[in-house]
């Protein structure tokens, strides 16, 4: 199975970037839907960014929708989650993932089959 590896966490102030990268180690991502969530102890894994590699769709959560960016590279090895204008509630751990979700289905963690083991993004206020 292909491995999922994220990078690009790190300790931001408030309004800083960070851009998270996720390379799928061993393979591609294939045809398969690419996503991020994060989560913070003690509350459920929520749903952030995902892209669609069939035509490129993307799709956001509301609070994150005009400040982060997900992308892909055509070799389908790497999905980007460009973060802009941090805020101090975008401190979680990120994870990224990968499966067969489809449009209705997206937001769900349960449609996504392979995670990687997240990376830490902390923003001071």
């Known amino acids: 199975q292909v491995q999922l590896v994220e990078s690009g966490g790190g300790l931001v102030q408030a309004g800083d970037s960070l851009r998270l990268s996720c390379a799928a180690s061993?393979?591609?991502?294939?045809?398969?839907?690419a996503g991020w969530f994060r989560q913070v102890p003690g509350k459920e894994r929520e749903f952030v960014a995902a892209?669609?590699?069939?035509?490129?769709?993307?799709y956001y959560s509301d609070s994150v929708k005009g400040r982060f960016t997900i992308s892909r590279d055509s070799a389908k090895t790497t999905v980007h989650l460009q973060m802009n204008s941090l805020k101090p509630e975008d401190t979680a751990v990120y994870y990224c993932?990968?499966?067969?979700?489809?449009?209705?289905?997206?937001?769900?963690?349960?449609?996504?089959?392979?995670w990687g083991q997240g990376t830490q993004v902390t923003v001071s206020s």
């Open positions: 993932a990968s499966g067969r979700a489809i449009t209705s289905t997206v937001r769900l963690s349960s449609a996504y089959t392979n």
């Open positions: 061993g393979g591609t991502f294939g045809s398969y839907t």
């Open positions: 892209i669609r590699w069939h035509g490129g769709s993307t």
